[in-house]
Every structure is written in C-alpha cells, then in structure tokens.
C-alpha cells in the first residue's frame, strides 16, 4: 500500500490495535523508499521520508508506538551520510523493528500467562494481542481458564475478541461494558493492553479501561497491563501529555437522529487514563515491572537518559 492508503486505512480502522499500526506503518515508509528515484542527493531522500512519515504521525496522536517506531526507523536514516546508506539504513531498521515487534509478542504471551494462575477467570477489554495472546498461551499450558469480555462501544472490537477465544475454545462471557462492575466479583484478575504508557506509569488504553480498573481496585482484583516496551512514550518525562482522540460522533449517535436532538452534545473520546496506583503489573518483552519503573524502560530500551532530557530541553528553549 501506499503512504497514504496506509494512512487512510489506519484513519479508518481498517488497521488497527497499537501494534499492528505501528508495523503497518514501517512496512509503508520502507515499501515508500522503494518508489523514490535515486537522485544521489541525501537530503532530497531525507526530506520526502520525512514527509511520508509526517503523513502517517498525523492519523493516531494517542498511540506512541506510532511515533516510536517510526523514530526507531528514521534515527538512522537522518544521520546517513549518503543516499545509499540512508535506504540501506531504513530498510534493516524498518526490518528489524516488524521482527522484534512479532517476537515482543510471544515474549510478552508467555509472561502473561505465567502470571496467570490455574483456574483463573479473567476479564479483558478491548482487542489486545498481547492480552489475548497471554491468555492463549495459558490455555495452551493446560490452564483452566474462563473470560469476561466486554462489547466496547461504539467500534465492538470486542466481537473480535470472542471470535478469536471461542476459536481457541475458551469459555468465554459477552457482556455489555456497563457490566464490568456487577460481574467483577465472578472475576479473579483483569489483563488489558495498552496504546500508550507515562513515565509515571500511567496507562493510556481504550476507553473504559480506567472504569474497568477501578472496579477491580476496588475489589482487590489484580490489574495486569500487556504492552511492548515502543508503547512507553519517553516524551511524558518532559511533562508533555499524551493527546486523548476524540472521532466522529456518528459512530455513537447517527448524525440523522443527532440532528433532531438541537441541545444534546455527544462526545466520542478514543482512550482514557488508567492511574497507576490501579495497575499492579506491566508485562513488556523485556519483563514485567511495577508501573514506578516505567522510566527504566525508556531509558534501557528506547534510549532516554539524562543526556537526552538535558538535548529535548534545549531545544524545546530554543523553541
């Protein structure tokens, strides 16, 4: 697909859950390069990856994998020396990051699992791979296992959901996500993904998570929390938050009804925000941590130290 069939499908959720985003969007600014002339001038080839990457950062603010991945993938490319090594460059990165994004995902499957006990009864929200994917594993290891998942509203991603735990002959239960807090008490833990996670551990996920994780912090229910480690978003260090999306209102009312409603405003937020004194666990390929350590993980795994707060900090004074 092209650059901007790519950003049109994300737009429209065609292609979605963070992580599928993330490597769809590297594969179309590698598949990209492949369509520009060589002109044998690294700044013409710099210029218009930065442009097709300016296209595709615009579709999802909330998701920071979005924004991780395709730095991971341009670092390089926008310190080469030459036409050849940029390509070069930004075709292993891109590679590389759709490889080690597929394997996080078994790393993080069978951590998850491990910390589900036998007999467990899970709810999870939402459609997340890494949710999904440690539950799979659980029943694959013999676990003895039963979920609740919710419908989220308006998309109903989570028909997806039961779709794929029914394939794999999971007991599951469909309930509506004004449901979460009556049947929290048939419930032993919560396991959700993530789009986005701050410094201070925050957890930025589909809209309902935070309501879901207070019930079970209320409950005394475990909260677990499946994300791979380009879901950390360093730039929160700095202060900055995380922009929540808000999308069209028809896809929670339909604009013919809406319309004969004159003082009725609707509004359609994407994801909400799960405090971190709600989460208990975060399980990233590179292993699980309390959510006050998720500053380690920016600083090991995606390169963010004191040197460079002291460089974001300059810059943004020269701003």
């Known amino acids: 697909m092209s650059i901007n069939d790519t950003a049109d499908k994300i737009i429209s959720m065609e292609i979605r859950g963070a992580g599928k985003i993330a490597r769809e969007a590297v594969s179309a600014l590698r598949d990209h390069a492949e369509t520009l002339p060589r002109t044998g001038d690294v700044s013409i080839f710099i210029r218009e990856m930065e442009q097709a990457a300016g296209i595709l950062l615009a579709t999802r603010p909330t998701a920071v994998s979005l924004p991780n991945a395709i730095q991971i993938v341009m670092r390089d490319v ?42 467990s009864v899970i709810m999870t929200h939402c459609n997340s791979s890494a949710a999904l994917g440690s539950i799979i594993e659980a029943k694959r290891q013999g676990k003895d296992i039963e979920v609740y998942a919710t419908e989220v509203r308006p998309w109903n991603q989570g028909r997806i959901t039961i779709k794929t735990l029914n394939e794999h002959e999971i007991p599951t239960t469909y309930i509506v996500d004004s449901a979460a807090r009556t049947m929290m008490k048939e419930v032993d833990l919560v396991i959700v993904g993530a789009d986005a996670i701050t410094v201070n551990g925050a957890v930025v996920n589909k809209i309902g998570t935070s309501q879901i994780a207070l019930c079970a912090h209320e409950a005394r229910k475990n909260v677990i929390v499946t ?16 922009q929540i999306e808000e999308r069209p209102t028809d896809e929670v009312l339909p604009d013919d009804i809406a319309a004969g409603l004159p003082f009725v405003r609707i509004k359609n937020p994407v994801f909400d925000v799960t405090p971190a004194e709600y989460i208990d666990l975060i399980i990233t390929e590179a292993g699980a941590i309390p959510p006050h350590l998720a500053f380690t993980i920016m600083r090991e795994y995606l390169g963010w130290g004191l040197d460079e707060l002291q460089n974001q900090f300059l810059s943004l004074e020269k701003d």
């Open 78 to 119: 926008r310190s080469s020396k030459n036409e050849e090594a940029a390509r070069r460059n930004l075709r292993e990165k891109a590679n590389e990051f759709i490889w080690s994004s597929r394997t996080a995902l078994d790393r993080i499957s069978v951590m998850g699992a491990n910390h589900i006990p036998d007999g």
């Open 227 to 242: 994300a791979e480690t380009y879901k950390f978003a360093p730039r929160t260090i700095l202060g900055e938050r995380i």
